[in-house]
């Protein structure tokens, strides 16, 4: 007789007489059907291979345990790439970062750098015969890389870096050397014990002069005993310079010196996607958490209601629902900008870049803070559950938080975002934000609270927010201050636009893909739901900006709560139908509160059950200290 499938009897209701096609929408999210079909085929292929499987759970394991259990499992799933059903690429793709490699990899991949960073830096900036030499061996996984580029005394200053490249015309070498503590390489993942290889930033030195910071592929480690080779702690002998400028003993200057940091760029676009990821996971536990539990009492001598019948609790969950649509559709345009201007650079046409730099830091650092913001917001919306380890909360929440630093920290990013928007807006020059900037809404500046209406208050506020910094800096170059005192003083206004121009961004791109997005009725209509609630709930937080940048009014204001009230009400309903169709699986989740039945409290009693603590009554540690603590009658 088949096994009853437990469902929790609250989740089954809510999924009862859905409105819409949750398919539609996975596909939508995945990008096609055919997409969706091949990642379930990968995840069956992974999830089903017992040896990928915990025999305890990670968080009871020491360090080096961990390293070991993790390097396993990496080396293992390595090994499954040459039959994946879905291809090498895709299932690659799949294995770094928050999704399906999370599933099996829970403290983190020792292998993606060497995917996310030295594969993609050698395939940037590589000349075709390093690309040559070294791109096989790499991709066959006869070398294991890394990135190597913050040092003890420097992440963000990239020219301040101290890691010295010296080259010697006579042997034709190079010399790497780190001269202080401060030059030690920090940080680089998978440096400390896995990666032989690294591609150095360094700053190249040639005929006694500093042609600033360059990529160097150095081999750390023997490639048969993985012992560091002689003189790698601070003295690194025989690099070679990556894509080249040395040419015949003399340096040939690349057409653009920030061509050196194409690295940083690409992997800032996929940081964008991979938060999103954490976000889908963490709002998913958080909202089918929300529908199991019960509590309290809503109207005096009911049953406890469902906690998401709350508004208080729908306030929290549903805008960070609401964002995951957002960031998923901003990455997806990021993504497509990313390879029109890597196209053309490669044909030496360089124009898009800043536009590129500009945006990716700006998506960056909006996306990961957000992320970071409305994680934590999902983590307290599950009480004392949410604070368990094995919430997946606190794993999901230093995944994000991670990205608000690495891969350059969030302020630094603004800040150039806004040096960007300045210089665009002052030299109305060419370029993508240019739309924003010129395209300022030249009409009366009445505001009407529909969708259009309130995409031009965003609009209104980017535009505004640069001219009200730009005021500051001109004010205090007419105070006689140097630019970069008047740059420092003006910091606080330049972040602010900044983050306005990468909110609008993020609007624009959902409302677009909505009106471009092939939908039937009832999918458009619950996704228009979600964005106008997101785009009214960042103006309510936002209030400031747009009552610095535009007529809006107290009554508007009054108007724009109330109706964001309404769509929490009209949304309500559909939450756990929309993190159905994100399509995620327990593996993934990896959290007892969000597991697709909603037997949460059976799976958080099994899962405390694993705790070496609860494998006796009395832990060996009661004889040895607390005993003679209570016999000593102190
Ligand atoms: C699937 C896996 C998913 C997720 C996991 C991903 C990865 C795994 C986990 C961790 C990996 C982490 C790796 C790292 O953290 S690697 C190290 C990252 N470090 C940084 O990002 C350093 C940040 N700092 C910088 O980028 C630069 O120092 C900074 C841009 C802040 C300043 O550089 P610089 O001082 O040289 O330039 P400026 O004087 O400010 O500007 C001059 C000029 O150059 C333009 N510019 C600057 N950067 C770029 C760029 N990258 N591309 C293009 N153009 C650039 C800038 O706009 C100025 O232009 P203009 O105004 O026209 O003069
Ligand atoms: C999980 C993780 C993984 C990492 N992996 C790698 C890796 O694989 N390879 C690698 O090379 N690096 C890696 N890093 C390092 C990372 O890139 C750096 O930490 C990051 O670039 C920030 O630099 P920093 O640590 O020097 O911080 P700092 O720049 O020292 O930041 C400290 C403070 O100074 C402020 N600040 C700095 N400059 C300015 C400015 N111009 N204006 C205003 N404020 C400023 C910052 O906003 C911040 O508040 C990783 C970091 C983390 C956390």
């Known amino acids: 007789m088949s096994k009853e499938i437990y469902e929790n009897p609250d989740l089954k209701k809510e999924r009862q007489n859905c409105p819409f096609n949750k398919e539609e929408i996975t596909h939508l999210l995945d990008g096609g059907k055919e997409k969706t079909i091949e990642r379930k085929q990968l995840e069956n292929y992974i999830l089903s291979d017992e040896q990928l499987k915990d025999a305890v759970p990670m ?20 090994h499954k ?16 970062g928050a999704g399906l490699g999370s599933a099996v990899l829970k403290e983190g991949n020792p292998l993606a750098l060497h995917y996310v960073m030295f594969i993609p830096a050698l395939m940037g900036q590589g000349t075709i015969d390093q690309q040559a030499k070294w791109l096989e061996k790499a991709y066959n996984l006869n070398m294991i890389g890394t990135y ?11 020219r301040g870096l101290e890691t010295r490249a010296t080259y010697d015309p006579k042997t034709q070498e190079f010399i790497l050397e780190s001269p202080s503590l401060t030059a030690y390489k920090w940080w680089p993942g998978s440096l400390g014990k896995t990666a032989n290889y690294a591609v150095v930033m360094a700053q190249l030195y040639t005929k006694g002069k500093c042609e600033g910071t360059h990529p160097f592929m150095v081999q750390l480690r023997d490639e048969e005993t993985h012992e560091p080779l002689p003189g790698i702690v601070n003295m690194w002998l025989n690099p070679v310079c990556i894509s080249s400028y040395i040419h015949y003993g003399t340096y040939v200057k690349p057409t653009n010196s920030k061509l050196s940091y194409a690295t940083m760029v690409f992997v800032r676009v996929v940081v964008c996607q991979d938060v999103t990821t954490n976000l889908r996971k963490a709002v998913t536990i958080a909202t089918r958490y929300s529908c199991v539990r019960r509590q309290s009492e809503l109207k005096p001598g009911d049953r406890e209601p469902q906690v998401m019948d709350y508004q208080a609790q729908q306030n929290k969950l549903l805008p960070p629902l609401a964002a995951t649509f957002a960031f998923q559709l901003a990455a997806d345009h990021l993504w497509n900008l990313y390879h029109t201007a890597n196209n053309n650079i490669e044909q030496g046409d360089l124009e898009l870049l800043p536009d590129l730099h500009g945006l990716s830091c700006a998506l960056k650092a909006l996306c990961s803070s957000e992320a970071a913001n409305f994680v934590e917001v999902c983590r307290q919306s599950c009480g004392g559950h949410g604070y368990m380890s094995c919430s997946n909360f606190p794993r999901i929440y230093g995944q994000v938080t991670a990205a608000e630093t690495y891969e350059g920290e969030n302020t630094v990013l603004w800040l150039q975002v806004a040096r960007y928007l300045v210089k665009t807006r002052k030299e109305q020059s060419g370029g993508l934000s240019v739309k924003y900037l010129i395209g300022e809404e030249k009409g009366p500046k009445t505001v009407d609270t529909t969708l259009e209406g309130i ?8 535009v505004g927010l640069v001219d009200v910094a730009i005021a500051e800096l001109d004010k205090s170059g007419r105070k006689g201050e140097a630019p970069h005192d008047a740059w420092n003083h003006a910091a606080v206004y330049l972040i602010k636009a900044a983050q306005a121009h990468a909110r609008l961004f993020v609007v624009e791109s959902f409302v677009d893909s909505l009106k471009e997005g092939k939908l039937s009725a009832p999918v458009r209509t619950v996704l228009s739901q979600l964005c106008e609630l997101f785009i009214i709930y960042w103006l309510l937080e936002r209030s400031g900006d747009f009552f610095l940048c535009s007529n809006l009014t107290k009554q508007d204001l009054l108007l724009l709560n109330s109706k964001y009230v309404e769509l929490l009400a ?13 399509d995620l699986r327990d593996e993934v989740l990896n959290s007892p509160l969000g597991c697709w039945d909603g037997n949460v409290y059976q799976r958080l009693f099994d899962e405390a059950a694993k705790s070496p603590l609860n494998q006796s009554n009395v832990h060996e540690s009661f004889h040895k200290y607390l005993k003679p603590l209570l016999k000593s009658n102190l």
């Open 81 to 96: 790439l040459a039959d994946s059903p879905a291809g090498q690429v895709p299932t690659l793709r799949a294995l770094m």
């Open 570 to 582: 009209a949304i309500r309903p559909q939450a756990v139908n929309l993190v159905d169709s994100f």
């Open 59 to 78: 968080e009871y394991l020491s360090h080096a345990d961990k390293y070991a259990e993790e390097l396993r499992k990496a080396c293992l799933l390595m």
């Open 148 to 158: 190597a580029q913050t040092e003890l005394g420097h992440g963000t200053f990239l």
């Open 455 to 462: 995409v031009k208050l965003y609009r209104r506020a980017a």
